[in-house]
């Protein structure tokens, strides 16, 4: 694996910007692949690593960047939570560490450093520096996944019987008198059919 210092680089290429969320994100990756076993997470492990985020923030671009995983390859998931963490899981050994950046880091960079005037570069600066036990909870994790959410070809594909959309790997709603739905038709979803 390159240095933090190097994947921060190439954070900020990617992301556009170097910020403390990046910072974090590198941190956390590293940390949450060591403690699962991947060494090379872009090369040869990368078919056995699979990331959870929970924030669609720049912590989330840290994470793909540093780890190689993509939604595209479903090796990357996402759940909206609002919260600035990650779980990795190792799928040979089906070991999983969730990792969430704790709030007392924020302090940790004020208490630190009160010269630095620039709160960007007090927490970068404390970031850099910090035990990974000042920044992170760390807690091992059993993560519920199944041949459906693995990446790879497409398992299934049925087609929603009320928009006639194509619905891929059992995301379908099966309703009353075997009527199959897509979630949004279903459940509601973020969009309203005009």
Same mark, same amino acid.
């Given at each position: 694996?390159?240095?933090?210092?190097?994947?921060?680089?190439?954070?900020?290429?990617?992301?556009?910007?170097?910020?403390? /969320?990046?910072?974090?994100?590198?941190?956390?990756?590293?940390?949450?692949?060591?403690?699962?076993?991947?060494?090379?997470?872009?090369?040869?492990?990368?078919?056995?690593?699979?990331?959870?985020?929970?924030?669609?923030?720049?912590?989330?671009?840290?994470? /793909?960047?540093?780890?190689?995983?993509?939604?595209?390859?479903?090796?990357?998931?996402?759940?909206?939570?609002?919260?600035?963490?990650?779980?990795?899981?190792?799928?040979?050994?089906?070991?999983?560490?969730?990792?969430?950046?704790?709030?007392?880091?924020?302090?940790?960079?004020?208490?630190?450093?009160?010269?630095?005037?620039?709160?960007?570069?007090?927490?970068?600066?404390?970031?850099?520096?910090?035990?990974?036990?000042?920044?992170?909870?760390?807690?091992?994790?059993?993560?519920?996944?199944?041949?459906?959410?693995?990446? /790879?070809?497409p398992r299934s594909r049925v087609i929603c019987a009320r928009?006639?959309?194509?619905?891929?790997?059992?995301?379908?709603?099966?309703?009353? /008198?075997?009527?199959?739905?897509?979630?949004?038709?279903?459940?509601?979803?973020?969009?309203?059919?005009?």
């Open positions: 694996m390159q240095s933090v210092e190097e994947l921060l680089e190439e954070c900020g290429r990617a992301h556009g910007h170097i910020c403390a /969320g990046q910072l974090l994100g590198v941190r956390m990756s590293l940390l949450g692949c060591r403690l699962i076993g991947i060494d090379d997470p872009r090369g040869a492990d990368r078919k056995r690593l699979i990331v959870w985020v929970e924030i669609d923030r720049c912590m989330a671009d840290a994470v /793909g960047a540093v780890t190689g995983v993509r939604l595209g390859k479903r090796s990357l998931k996402f759940f909206d939570y609002g919260k600035v963490a990650a779980t990795f899981l190792n799928s040979s050994t089906d070991e999983a560490v969730r990792i969430v950046a704790l709030e007392e880091s924020r302090e940790l960079a004020d208490e630190r450093y009160p010269s630095i005037k620039d709160k960007r570069e007090r927490q970068l600066r404390a970031y850099r520096e910090a035990l990974d036990e000042e920044l992170f909870k760390i807690e091992r994790v059993r993560v519920e996944y199944g041949e459906m959410d693995a990446p /790879g070809r928009c006639v959309e194509g619905i891929n790997d059992g995301r379908e709603v099966l309703c009353k /008198g075997g009527v199959v739905l897509c979630r949004p038709c279903a459940l509601g979803g973020y969009y309203e059919r005009l």
